[in-house]
């Protein structure tokens, strides 16, 4: 059996800078709790990004959206251990996503004109008005991380646009970040998103034919809140103090994102894991 959690709070910079918590979080599981989702996206801080926060909202929700809608094709395929088969269905779900996120945005501007604050913004930034459809979805801006776990056919992916970090928790309770994640070309500012162009080809994704005792995705704004040296022994204590005792663990770990986030980034912090149960210690 699975258990789950999620968080996010509004950056300490955020907090004296006036600006909106663009961090959006979720998981979710079937009835059974025998496999979950754990979802991150981290909106863009930058000025022409004036609808990050509602493009991470977006984005999570698609992302849950298209995951169901393969999860047919997945669930056939992992018995067999089909890596080229998993592959092909994890690249179409990164092009479902990315596809959807933009039919999903464009409309959310249509039915949400520019206000008149924002078309303030936009004349500052020299955005040309009106703006064109393919320009939309940069006021959006976004990055996405989703974590899946299958308990039941001990199989687990993990897919990625932009920066943030994914850890899986293996049997022995060893901590690691899947290196097929990692990309050296992002951060100083700098990541791939998915009101990119070529966002469908951006993701990264992993995966492992394997059992685990947690999986969990977070915001770069809580990742670089920590030292790497101790970021494993969090996610650890955190596994255990959820599964027992999930409702307190989630109260003190939203009191405690404030405390982080002012002795560390700065930034907006979101983290959403899945523990299994039968990984406690």
Request: hydrophobic residues 35%; contains cysteine; negative net charge.
């Amino acid at each position: 059996m699975l258990v789950t959690l999620s968080a996010r709070c509004k950056g300490s910079t955020h907090q004296k800078e006036g600006k909106p918590l663009q961090d959006y979080c979720k998981v979710t599981s079937d009835k059974l709790k025998t496999y979950a989702y754990a979802l991150v996206a981290d909106g863009h801080g930058g000025k022409r990004y004036i609808r990050s926060e509602k493009g991470s909202e977006i984005a999570v929700r698609c992302a849950v959206e298209c995951t169901n809608a393969i999860l047919k094709q997945i669930f056939q395929f992992i018995p067999g251990k089909n890596k080229d088969l998993i592959e092909k269905n994890l690249k179409l779900l990164c092009v479902k996503i990315s596809i959807k996120w933009k039919e999903e945005v464009i409309n959310h501007f249509n039915e949400n004109p520019l206000s008149q604050e924002e078309t303030e913004r936009c004349n500052n930034l020299h955005m040309a008005l009106p703006l064109k459809e393919e320009d939309i979805p940069s006021l959006y801006g976004s990055t996405l991380l989703e974590a899946v776990y299958f308990e039941m056919f001990n199989f687990w992916f993990a897919l990625q646009i932009g920066d943030g970090k994914c850890t899986v928790i293996k049997t022995n309770n060893t901590v690691f970040s899947p290196e097929e994640l990692e990309n050296e070309k992002l951060g100083f500012g700098v990541t791939t998103s998915l009101c990119s162009k070529d966002a469908a080809t951006e993701f990264r994704f992993a995966y492992g034919f394997e059992k685990i005792n947690g999986i969990s995705v977070m915001s770069d704004g809580m990742a670089d809140s920590f030292d790497t040296s101790k970021l494993p022994d969090f996610i650890l204590n955190l596994k255990n103090n959820t599964v027992n005792d999930g409702e307190k663990t989630q109260a003190e770990l939203q009191d405690f994102l404030p405390v982080l986030s002012e002795q560390g980034s700065g930034d907006d912090i979101s983290i959403a894991a899945i523990f299994s149960k039968k990984g406690f210690i």
